[in-house]
């Protein structure tokens, strides 16, 4: 094959290994025609078809232009740059002839990998991307150094494994800028919960194993893990949603209208490290409060954060901190969480009804639904029939009697709002995988929940009404309660099924540590990281910190360069050659120089002629070297040269 072909073959591969993991980000139009073109060049170069004709490749770059210029209205300039990127790169690749444009379409590759790092920044894609960038080195240097493929890759690797110190020596020391541009934050949640809730859309969550957040204990954490995130107060006769007041609240919140004011230390603090969902809503503790200002704390007891989490984030939470608690609920704050759908499940209101008349106070009344739910034959089940919009709740109460967290949790709140008493659904998750040695704790979708909180003697109280059916459910997780055959079901793929498994599950730990390490170092490596970092390496003195960065910068420069000595190849002289050439320099010192030109007989013959004073010297040197160059077997010493070298220099420096 030749050079050229192998080039393309290269570039072939590294397109496709760019578009792979962008399938998420492009229009679906703009993926399918880039794999097409992709594969319209594979089969040239196998030489099945012949290259498409520069009109039709100019009509479907047109026609593409314009479906990106109308994707650029509600999907963002960002969006739409990266598509039109992709589908000119790969168009034009198709048509790509000349050296010149060969380079061009690498470049254009770095910048692909690049972007593809800005969307998915998992340690693995790292790795991905390395081989990437590999490939991309090998097809630029077999355009300047014809080699076969394995010696071009093996070189491409080398660069790559050469440039490691100094692109961890820059990640360290460059300045963390804010980004030139917003990220998109138009998008839905790529999952998690959302403003809206009911109780199909839970029990899909359950079949993920998406990891959802990270928490860091500097203490032992609490037995029972509610990780507060949504608060809902709407409800429409099947799904939950929040209130217009909290989003009018939140809006004007992440403006800053409100700021907060970091809370003090208290006694358990930890770390939240959470992974990107294109919201701002966090995962809290009942009680926690941000020490710092990049999340505020709601009326109703959550965090948001102030930025959107398009990248994984980490906070640093007080708990339990001292907040101020809500004494008292306003008319329109208890009009709001006793709301109800004007018609529909009659049942669920006559039997709230009756708690009522035979019970005024709210205790009682909460005791007798308790009782309800645990005299029936009610059961915990991930697939539950689905419910009826309009008399759902009655279906799940008298008929069905089996279901999810989010069933119980959301009729319960309907039938302590039918009895006049306030009551709201929040959402969030429960507990979550627990490492002691780390103090490191792991939620995934898996673990989402669903509760009520009731205003009891002048304050939201939390009930459980899925403790009420499945107690275990508070310590154990879904794997334990389900078996092994229910948990994941959907998900064959996922580590986290085969727990049981030791092997699978000691390399589930493994990758989960590594990946935590990975959000820990590197993904939370910000501005202020970075100065904390180099004041404790460096102290306060600015300019020993900036003359101590240079120096490293240099080292690691140089460090660069002893390696390429080290591991270059690395030719052996012969050591009569190295005596001779050493003569040689003698004798040039001398005034006598030789040129690269001539032979040892030659050069001999001319210093002769020109009386030099060591040319007997040099001709006994001579004959002993080309007698045990050429003529003398193995094993010969090297006595006599050495002998006749140095009776070369005595001489000459008698005539000096």
């Not at 078809?49 to 990106?68: D, K, V």
């Not at 440039?163 to 961890?168: E, G, N, V």
């Not at 669920?348 to 034959?377: E, G, K, T």
């Not at 120096?551 to 660069?560: E, F, R, S």
Request: charged letters at 15%.
């Amino acid at each position: 094959m030749e050079q050229k072909q192998v080039t393309l073959a290269c570039l072939c591969v590294s397109y496709l290994l760019a578009l792979a993991p962008l399938y998420s980000e492009l229009n679906l139009v703009v993926y399918l025609v880039s794999l097409l073109a992709i594969g319209w060049r594979i089969g040239s170069l196998l030489r099945r078809w012949s290259l498409p004709s520069r009109l039709l490749l100019n009509g479907i770059a047109l026609l593409c232009g314009l479906g990106i210029l109308l994707l650029s209205r509600h999907a963002g300039l960002l969006v739409a740059m990266l598509n039109l990127l992709v589908v000119a790169s790969a168009l034009k690749f198709v048509e790509c002839r000349h050296r010149r444009d060969i380079g061009g379409h690498i470049l254009a590759l770095f910048f692909l990998g690049a972007l593809t790092f800005v969307y998915h920044q998992h340690w693995l894609m790292v790795l991905y991307l390395l081989a990437m960038v590999t490939l991309n080195m090998a097809a630029l240097l077999s355009l300047y150094f014809p080699a076969p493929a394995r010696q071009q890759l093996r070189q491409a690797a080398l660069l790559l494994v050469q440039s490691l110190p100094l692109m961890l020596l820059f990640f360290v020391i460059m300045p963390r800028l804010d980004p030139l541009w917003k990220m998109p934050d138009a998008r839905q949640a790529r999952t998690g919960l959302s403003e809206q809730i009911n109780p199909e859309q839970i029990s899909q969550l359950t079949q993920s194993s998406e990891l959802v957040f990270r928490a860091r204990f500097t203490g032992q954490p609490p037995q029972a893990r509610y990780w507060r995130t949504l608060v809902y107060e709407q409800f429409d006769g099947h799904a939950w949603s929040q209130s217009y007041i909290q989003l009018l609240w939140q809006q004007q919140a992440l403006s800053g209208r409100y700021p907060t004011p970091p809370a003090a230390s208290a006694p358990v603090g930890y770390a939240l490290y959470v992974e990107p969902s294109n919201q701002h809503w966090l995962y809290t503790l009942e009680g926690s409060r941000s020490r710092t200002a990049e999340a505020v704390a709601t009326p109703t007891g959550t965090l948001l954060s102030r930025l959107p989490l398009v990248q994984a984030a980490r906070f640093d939470l007080d708990w339990p901190a001292d907040l101020p608690q809500e004494s008292r609920l306003s008319a329109k704050r208890r009009m709001d969480n006793l709301q109800l759908p004007h018609g529909g499940n009659p049942q669920a209101r006559a039997l709230a009804a009756r708690w009522r008349q035979q019970a005024q106070d709210d205790r009682l009344v909460l005791q007798q639904a308790r009782d309800f739910f645990s005299q029936h034959p009610f059961s915990y089940t991930l697939s539950p029939v689905a419910m009826a919009h309009n008399d759902g709740l009655d279906q799940f109460l008298f008929q069905q009697r089996e279901g999810f967290c989010a069933h119980y949790a959301s009729a319960l709140a309907f039938l302590l709002r039918a009895a006049g008493i306030p009551a709201r659904l929040v959402g969030g998750y429960l507990g979550g995988e627990y490492q002691p040695q780390q103090q490191l704790l792991s939620v995934h979708q898996f673990d989402a929940h669903a509760w009520v909180e009731v205003w009891l003697d002048n304050r939201w109280q939390r009930v459980d009404p899925t403790l009420w059916v499945s107690p275990g459910r508070l310590t154990q997780g879904l794997d334990t309660l389900l078996g092994e055959g229910d948990f994941l079901a959907q998900d064959p793929f996922s580590l986290s099924r085969y727990r049981h498994v030791m092997l699978l599950n000691t390399l589930r730990l493994w990758l989960a540590n590594v990946d935590y390490q990975w959000t820990v170092w590197i993904l939370n490596y910000d501005q202020n990281r970075q100065t904390a970092l180099l004041k404790r390496l460096f102290g306060d003195a600015l300019w020993m910190r900036a003359l101590l960065l240079l120096g490293g910068a240099l080292a690691c420069l140089a460090l660069v360069a002893g390696l390429q000595w080290l591991l270059r190849a690395r030719v052996k002289q012969d050591p009569a050659v190295r005596l001779y050439h050493q003569a040689c320099r003698r004798l040039a010192q001398g005034g006598y120089p030789r040129s690269p030109t001539e032979t040892p007989l030659q050069y001999l013959q001319r210093l002769e002629l020109a009386d030099c004073p060591a040319a007997p010297a040099l001709a006994a040197l001579t004959s002993h070297f080309l007698q045990y160059r050429y003529a003398a077997p193995p094993g010969t010493s090297l006595a006599p040269l050495r002998q006749q070298l140095r009776q070369l220099q005595r001489q000459l420096a008698q005539r000096t």
